[in-house]
């Protein structure tokens, strides 16, 4: 059960913030840390997606979590092909991916912020996440490996949001690249048969770590907010049906991190509680 770390997406979502699963008196940015921690093993660091992150910032997340405590830390919208405010750019950087001064400056910043984390030993990946737009072909492969020259050293998991990168007749391929650049795949639960539906495909590509995301099955998945696409409960059911395929991938890997990100109150939190528990059921571990 150690090879297989099961948390969150966020610790900080509004909606869990709201629901009341933090306790009166652990309700500010370190209780809320602390408590998270004292019950799950990894996080996912969503806020770096939408900001970028500062090295002080990683310290006290280092200094507020126990040692073995794993951060994901989410790859700066930029960085990978996402639009990005004005707002949101550091030193009012103008939001231009064309400007080769503004990546370079970017990328630096990023590798300084989450310096402490790969010093401390609690970096578990930095996210990739590519947006639906970026499909296979020659254009996309010059991006993985622009991406693999700038992350050199870095433990990096990719997840792609065309569903065409683990279509049947594309799948082999997929996990061929991301193997050559020594990048981790990223498997994700979603609803199917919707159009932008990714497959349930699981892969290993890299020795060290394998990543399943749970977004949950809303059918509202490619429009309305982002509380309706995210907004979802499982069932035991649904997770049940998950759990050989981790133990299966615990054993093909030195680590699983298996993270919730369906954000509806406390739905995540509650799906990773539960998750452990039918982990150490079916392994024995009752």
């Not at 990328?107 to 296979?136: C, H, T």
């Not at 020659?138 to 683990?166: I, K, N, S």
Request: aromatic fraction near 10%.
């Amino acid at each position: 059960m150690s090879d297989i770390l099961v948390g969150t997406c966020s610790w900080t979502d509004p909606a869990l913030v709201r629901s009341g699963w933090y306790p009166v008196g652990r309700r500010d940015a370190e209780g809320r840390l602390r408590h998270y921690a004292e019950r799950f093993p990894v996080v996912e660091a969503d806020a770096s997606y939408y900001a970028m992150p500062q090295e002080r910032i990683s310290r006290m997340w280092v200094e507020r979590t126990p040692d073995g405590f794993t951060f994901d830390v989410k790859a700066f919208s930029l960085l990978t092909g996402h639009p990005t405010r004005e707002s949101m750019m550091p030193d009012g950087m103008p939001a231009d991916a064309r400007d080769g001064g503004v990546l370079d400056e970017l990328w630096s910043r990023f590798a300084e912020a989450i310096g402490p984390l790969r010093r401390a030993g609690r970096l578990g990946s930095v996210l990739f996440q590519f947006p639906p737009w970026l499909r296979p072909g020659a254009r996309a492969e010059r991006v993985l490996a622009q991406t693999a020259r700038r992350t050199a050293g870095w433990p990096v998991a990719v997840e792609f949001r065309h569903p065409d990168w683990w279509r049947a007749e594309q799948s082999d391929s997929t996990s061929a690249l991301l193997a050559d650049h020594g990048m981790t795949a990223v498997a994700v639960d979603m609803a199917q048969g919707l159009p932008s539906s990714l497959p349930p495909f699981v892969t290993v590509t890299s020795s060290r770590l394998a990543v399943v995301r749970f977004h949950g099955r809303s059918t509202s998945w490619g429009r309305g907010s982002k509380e309706d696409r995210f907004r979802y409960a499982y069932t035991p059911d649904e997770l049940t049906s998950w759990a050989p395929q981790l133990h299966r991938l615990a054993g093909q890997v030195e680590q699983v991190h298996v993270l919730f990100n369906n954000c509806c109150g406390d739905a995540s939190v509650r799906a990773a509680e539960q998750m452990n528990r039918l982990l150490r059921v079916s392994h024995g571990c009752a």
